[in-house]
């Protein structure tokens, strides 16, 4: 049995940081067991404390995507449970709204803390992901346009520019201003 001491020796850390190495190379439980020389239950174990205490699992292109527990962001809208609670087979279907197509994109750590930035200033997730892939769709557009880069190439911005802030003006104000 290990205890908390146990786990916080550098041996340990250093055993974790091969573990991890080796199975982001792609190699097996048992390969990494072979090569490290502890069980392959311990190879699992220490690759669930390192998922634990990263927010990027060292397998995360090969999983699955997991939805985080408390996301920083507002949930979109939903069916009521209460609603769902009425619905069943025999329940005619509602009335069918014209097809939309929808985007789903897997929230990691990453993106959910990008999108609450983007929302900070209380706008909706789905305007601030359209501004932000406005902005950057009309930037790859430009260089492709002025020949910068081919087609086929996702040009690389390297740098910003913000237009200065100005303080949003009453019609009041801007009323005194003139006269």
């Known amino acids: 049995m290990t ?12 055993r974790r940081a091969t573990v991890a190495q080796l199975r982001k190379a792609g190699r097996s439980l048992r390969d990494i067991a072979d090569e490290v020389g502890v069980s392959k239950d311990t190879v699992r174990r220490d690759l669930e404390a390192l998922s634990r205490d990263t ?15 408390t996301p920083d962001v507002a949930d979109p809208a939903a069916t ?18 014209p097809a939309v197509p929808c985007l789903t994109v897997p929230l990691d750590q990453a993106l ?22 406005a902005l950057v769709a009309s930037t790859y557009r430009q260089a492709w346009d002025a020949g910068l880069y081919p087609r086929t190439v996702d040009p690389v911005i390297n740098r910003h520019q913000y237009a200065p ?15």
């Open 3 to 14: 205890t908390a001491t146990d786990e916080d020796t550098p041996a340990v850390a250093a």
């Open 55 to 69: 927010a990027t699992p060292v397998d995360q292109d090969r999983r699955a995507p997991v939805a985080p527990n």
């Open 80 to 97: 009521p449970v209460s609603r769902l609670a009425d619905l069943s087979r025999d329940t005619p279907a509602p009335a069918a709204t």
């Open 112 to 133: 959910i803390a990008d999108l609450a930035t983007l929302t900070r200033n209380g706008v909706s997730p789905e305007a601030a992901i359209r501004r932000a892939l």
């Open 165 to 179: 802030y100005e303080e949003p003006r009453s019609l009041v104000q801007e009323a005194l201003r003139e006269t």
